[in-house]
Structures are given as structure tokens and as C-alpha cells.
């Protein structure tokens, strides 16, 4: 059977000072969100494993994303953070790589007030290692970002990337232009897969409904093809707008109209193949 994978979403033990973004109207996320919590949502939708992705950027999460890995079968693969900008990069990546479920690692370039920050020397240094070591990089940008993510990626072929969130298009306001041109472009490298996820946040948290994402993950199937496409919940964090089931339920819904094969793909295939899941990781 193939496996079902959710390909992104995060654990943490809630401290305010810790999760500064999480404001007052955020409220049903200060609180812990941990393994066991997450594992019977799977189970009732039959998903067999899942990614959990960094949401501090400090070392010490990372090694607790690997310790909780360690522990917990269900989680296939751990996407990280490590100082990417660092000149001692290759002791943080040989540290972590040895562990079979490091899968890759994630900045938040969204928050960066540096609107150039892509295209620093530094940052673009860190990026070209990452393949040394098997590693896929996980893009979490605005969609007033990707032009500077498409210049990422076309610097660097040889480098596993996924696009997390979709870059988080206007679907509140229900606009498509200019952010799928952009996917469009980003989608003509090989080497980059997107993430089904994070829509209902992007969306009216009380009053969104399912034909809402239809133009933006229509959208992102015609430009990344059945094979580059991944689902992900981005739980707890879309709490906010929907239950888990429902938040799932949309996209599996969305994905009914495919063949089984293209179903399998997208529902976790794809997700153990550019993470490598297997365990198996090489350099690309």
C-alpha cells in the first residue's frame, strides 16, 4: 500500500517569548502541540507518517525535532533549522545528517527585513552545501517573494527545494495574478516541488469555503505536474481557520477528480521521494 504522508506541520511546547508571532487573535495556539497529539488525526484519516517542520530557528528545536523523531515512528522526516549564513555551516550539517530522519532544513525567509536576503552571499553559500548532504530546502516565502525565489533556484540545479504554503497567494481577496505567472516561472525548474498547504490561513478563517482554493491548487497541479506536488496540513497552525480533518478533507477532496496513481503521488510518494524517507539519503 502506498504510504500517506502529511508533509508539513510543527510541534512545540508554548512559551510566549519563544513564539512572538503568536498574537492575541491566535489565542487557540498558545498552547503545547505535541506528538501525541497529532497521532489520532493521522490515524482517522489513515495517513501512515508525516514531516515536522522547524517553526523556531534555533538549534536546540532541531534537536528536539530529532529526539521526538527517535521516539515517535510516525514521524518519517524532520525539516530543521541550522545558521545557513554560518561559517561553521558544515559542523551543524555533519552534527545533524547522520540521523536518517534530518530530511532538510527551513529559514524563514519571510521575516527577514532584508528584501535582498536571497541573493546574500552568504545565505546563497549556506544553500550550494546542502546538497553535500542530501538535504532539500524548504522555501517559506510571500508571494511578493518569488521573484527572488526563482533566482534561488535557477542558481542552484542540483538542489532539492519545496515551496511551503504555496507562497500564501491572496486567497482571502480571491487574486491569482501576478502570483501564478510566478509559479509558473518557478515551476519550469525540475529541481523544485510545492506543498498543498497552509491555504485556509491565507483564506476568511470563519467563512471559507472549499470551491475558494480551487483557481490556486488548480493553479499549482497545471505548473508542477502530479509529481512535484505534495499535501500538508501546516497543524496546529491551521487550527485557526478549520479542524484538522476539515483542513485535509479539502485538499483530499480536491484530489478526487485523479487517478489512484496520481492520487498516491501526491498523498505521499512524492513527499518520501524528495524528502527520502526511506532513510536512504544521498547526495543529489
Excluded at 28 to 36: A, E, G, I
Excluded at 45 to 52: C, I, K, W, Y
Excluded at 110 to 139: C, H, T, V, W
Excluded at 209 to 218: G, I, L, V, W
Aim: net charge negative; charged share 25%; proline share 4%.
Amino acid at each position: 500500500m502506498a504510504p500517506k504522508i502529511d508533509s508539513h506541520h510543527h510541534f512545540w511546547q508554548y512559551r510566549p517569548e519563544e513564539y512572538a508571532w503568536i498574537d492575541d487573535s491566535m489565542a487557540v495556539l498558545k498552547r503545547d502541540f505535541l506528538p501525541d497529539d497529532l497521532q489520532p488525526l493521522l490515524a482517522q484519516l489513515d495517513f501512515s507518517g508525516s514531516v515536522v517542520v522547524q517553526a523556531r530557528q534555533t538549534a536546540e528545536e532541531t534537536e528536539w525535532l530529532l529526539h521526538l523523531a527517535d521516539r515517535y515512528d510516525f514521524i518519517k522526516g524532520v525539516v530543521g533549522w541550522v545558521n545557513l549564513c554560518s561559517d561553521d555551516l558544515d559542523l551543524q550539517l555533519e552534527k545533524y545528517s547522520d540521523h536518517k530522519k534530518f530530511s532538510g532544513v527551513r529559514h524563514v525567509v519571510q521575516d527577514e527585513p532584508d528584501e535582498n536576503f536571497m541573493s546574500r552571499k552568504d545565505f546563497q553559500r549556506g544553500i550550494g552545501k546542502l546538497a553535500k548532504y542530501g538535504l532539500a530546502y524548504d522555501i517559506l516565502i510571500f508571494r511578493g517573494q518569488l521573484p527572488g525565489a526563482i533566482q534561488l533556484v535557477r542558481n542552484f540545479p542540483g538542489q532539492v527545494f519545496v515551496l511551503d504554503h504555496m507562497a500564501k497567494p491572496q486567497i482571502r481577496k480571491q487574486e491569482v495574478q501576478p502570483w501564478k505567472q510566478h509559479m509558473e516561472e518557478l515551476a519550469k525548474f525540475p529541481n523544485v516541488a510545492c506543498k498543498i498547504s497552509g491555504m485556509v490561513t491565507e483564506a476568511d478563517w470563519y467563512g471559507w469555503k472549499a470551491n475558494d482554493f480551487r483557481p490556486y491548487m488548480d493553479a499549482v497541479v497545471n505548473a508542477f505536474g502530479i509529481s512535484r506536488v505534495m499535501i500538508g496540513s501546516d497543524w496546529p497552525v491551521c487550527t485557526l481557520a478549520g479542524k484538522y480533518g476539515e483542513v485535509m478533507g479539502m485538499a483530499m477532496d480536491y484530489i478526487g477528480q485523479f487517478s489512484q496513481y496520481e492520487r498516491e503521488m501526491i498523498l505521499g510518494v512524492n513527499a518520501v521521494r524528495v524528502y527520502s524517507l526511506s532513510g536512504k539519503k544521498s547526495s543529489k
